[in-house]
T-cell receptor, first 114, second 116 residues
Framework: AQSVTQPDIHITVSEGASLELRCNYS??????LFWYVQSPGQGLQLLLK??????LVQGIKGFEAEFKRSQSSFNLRKPSVHWSDAAEYFC????????????FGTGTRLTIIP | GAGVSQSPSNKVTEKGKDVELRCDPI?????LYWYRQRLGQGLEFLIY????????KSGLPSDRFSAERTGESVSTLTIQRTQQEDSAVYLC??????????????FGSGTRLTVV
């Protein structure tokens, strides 16, 4: 079965520092991968997605992610974080192409310090 | 409406009581999903609706959980005889039919259920 692993439960970075959130997937074929952000009391917002083509994808809010098939990874990056980036981040994969349901990782909580 | 609406936003119930959670999807979104998010965990898939049929109920954790949908509109998730382990945030998402638009998942803000 398809699965997604986010190894880091909680990450703390200083405002202005760079960020990388890790995501590893288990899927036999080319996966359809997503990153979502969840702010407190909010629904999930799509940051970016990868289906095919260029392995470096750009998203909203200055985020990008790189698909690396050899490492089964889809890590999220941002060159300089802002205090408003503090939130929970979820990596997800489409696990069933009949109903296209998403399988989510357990999330990484990002804390920003001044 | 402009987004997926869920109600109530918060619900506190006594163990053993039944609860109903409501989801109003975006108009035209024929596909609807329910997920559960326990504290500190990712989202667990519960059920998928296409129109008013539910071809995938594989995530419902027990027969205390059921859901229905009226046409391509409102969906209700019912939990009978609630238990403390049911405490979680229940999220609803809607989208156009599978295959139509991979950008199209829109999530509601969720219902936070606390069973005391």
């Amino acid at each position: 079965a398809q699965s997604v692993t986010q190894p880091d439960i909680h990450i703390t970075v200083s405002e202005g520092a760079s960020l990388e959130l890790r995501c590893n997937y288990s899927y036999g074929a080319t996966p359809y991968l997503f990153w979502y952000v969840q702010s407190p009391g909010q629904g999930l917002q799509l940051l970016l997605k990868y289906f095919s083509g260029d392995t470096l994808v750009q998203g909203i809010k200055g985020f990008e992610a790189e698909f690396k098939r050899s490492q089964s990874s889809f890590n999220l990056r941002k060159p300089s974080v802002h205090w408003s980036d503090a939130a929970e981040y979820f990596c997800a994969v489409i696990s069933n192409f009949g109903n296209e349901k998403l399988t989510f990782g357990t999330g990484t909580r990002l804390t920003i310090i001044p | 409406g402009a987004g997926v609406s869920q109600s109530p936003s918060n619900k506190v119930t006594e163990k053993g009581k039944d609860v109903e959670l409501r989801c109003d999807p975006i108009s035209g979104h024929t596909a609807l999903y329910w997920y559960r998010q326990r504290l500190g965990q990712g989202l667990e898939f519960l059920i998928y609706f296409q129109g008013n049929s539910a071809p995938d109920k594989s995530g419902l954790p027990s027969d205390r959980f059921s859901a229905e949908r009226t046409g391509e509109s409102v969906s209700t998730l019912t939990i009978q005889r609630t238990q403390q382990e049911d405490s979680a945030v229940y999220l609803c998402a809607s989208r156009f039919p599978p295959g139509a638009d991979y950008y199209g998942y829109t999530f509601g803000s969720g219902t936070r259920l606390t069973v005391v």
